[in-house]
């Protein structure tokens, strides 16, 4: 019973200490959903028309019924609260992208986002007080894990038939992420220090057709190359100055070197990781226009991982998002094409959403996914209005979107997340020709 309790104890304790939310530990990290914030303001997985009429920022095909160029870039805030209180929040820029449409029937884009984020930062409160040397030593465990994947989108779109587009997205992976197993001796950390180079390739194929007063669409992601990491390990030390580097600097308000002197240790040791990301997806959507400004839209997708388990992995919680099925349902408010007024030129958004995740484990006894899983559900809403100014329609966005997740086997029960969310886009008649004067 002493046992169970103190295990009981310590899981808890690490709990309290996990403040930047348990998606950040499972597998890559946290995977993003939204890029711009008119796609959530529409609480829209990309797929309908949630930037104007008739074009979405995330789906290619849309593109061609853009009538210039556009420059958009967005800015993100997050907070994540736990049951117990504690809180973690971050801001980043979230999306630059370029798309340049060619006489109303091709597009071609590219973009930079974050793919995943992984932040994480957990320590055994408890700890433990060991005698040596006849000196009482205090001992913690902590575990910190900071970066993330980066995604470059390269897309283009057609128009096969008038009322039929197709586009495709090569997603290029990259990034890389820092681990570090920490021993607290007397709150100085004895490290051990590993970072993840990572790199892979996914593919995203789109469908629009118009017909019967709607407009169908689908998407389906598949990899061409599986994600992969280059694992590099560094040679355990303690890190004196407390900067989380095995470096020779000495630091005033903690005063030391490192030890042993990086001199003195031997090269890290490399090895590559393979396959520890293999997605694929398919989602559908439709939505159709009401009273000419007024659009309703229902979108689902279910993605799958299809990558094994990799043990070697360093991640504080061994756990991995295997499915996800996505619904959500919005409508948004137009803005008229010919009025110049203000109250004309505003664009209103709202959607709602539910997710349902499915996590698998791995028994490292067995070195074996465990049969159990253990479901996540989410919930969320999302408020969010936009202004159009100038006569080339340059446009600036704001979403607010909240959402709780309730973890079905967990210590962390719930999770209240909210973001907001900003997007500003400016276009232009870039790559034209202009007559001399």
Do not use: C
Request: a neutral charge.
């Amino acid at each position: 019973m002493f046992h169970r309790r103190l295990i009981l104890s310590s899981i808890l304790a690490i709990s309290v200490s996990l403040s930047q939310g348990p998606f950040n530990g499972y597998g890559i990290g946290d995977i993003q959903s939204w890029n711009s914030a008119s796609s959530s303001g529409l609480s829209s997985l990309g797929l309908v028309s949630s930037y104007r009429q008739d074009i979405s920022l995330a789906n290619p095909t849309t593109w061609p019924n853009l009538k210039y160029t556009f420059l958009s870039l967005s800015y993100n805030g997050f907070e994540s609260t736990l049951k117990n209180n504690s809180k973690n929040g971050y801001s980043n820029l979230q999306s630059a992208q370029l798309i340049i449409p060619i006489k109303n029937k091709h597009a071609i884009g590219i973009e930079l986002h974050p793919y995943t984020y992984q932040k994480t930062d957990m320590i055994d409160t408890l700890g433990n007080d060991l005698i040596a040397f006849e000196d009482t030593l205090n001992l913690q465990k902590q575990f910190i894990q900071a970066g993330g994947v980066m995604a470059f989108d390269i897309s283009a779109s057609t128009s096969i038939f008038s009322n039929t587009y197709l586009g495709l997205t090569v997603q290029l992976l990259f990034g890389s992420s820092r681990q570090s197993k920490n021993l607290l001796v007397d709150k100085i950390p004895y490290s051990l220090s590993s970072r993840l180079n990572y790199s892979g390739i996914n593919t995203l194929f789109f469908l629009k057709h118009y017909a019967y007063g709607f407009d169908f669409f689908f998407r389906s992601q598949l990899a061409i190359s599986p994600l992969e990491a280059i694992q590099t390990k560094l040679y355990p030390y303690f890190d004196t100055n407390k900067n989380g580097y095995h470096d020779f600097a000495y630091n005033y308000l903690n005063p030391g070197y490192d030890f042993p002197n990086p001199n003195d240790v031997p090269g890290p040791d490399k090895s590559r990781l393979s396959n520890i990301h293999d997605p694929s997806s398919f989602s559908f959507g439709l939505s159709n226009i009401i009273r000419q400004r007024l659009q309703v839209s229902l979108e689902f997708q279910k993605s799958k991982e299809n990558a094994s388990k990799n043990e070697e992995i360093p991640n504080g919680f061994n756990k991995r998002v295997v499915e996800n099925d996505k619904i959500s349902v919005g409508a948004i408010w137009y803005p008229s094409k010919q009025s110049f007024k203000f109250l004309d030129n505003l664009i209103f958004r709202s959607g709602l959403f539910f997710n349902n995740f499915t996590i698998d484990n791995l028994d490292y006894s067995s070195s074996a996914e465990l049969n159990s899983k253990d479901n996540v559900t989410e919930f969320g809403y999302s408020i969010g209005f936009g202004y159009k100014f100038k006569a080339i329609g340059n446009q600036i966005d704001f979403t607010y979107k909240s959402s709780l997740k309730s973890y079905e086997v967990s210590d962390f029960s719930e999770e209240h997340l909210r973001g907001f969310q900003v997007s500003i886009s400016i276009a232009d008649i870039w790559f034209i020709k202009r007559r001399q004067r």
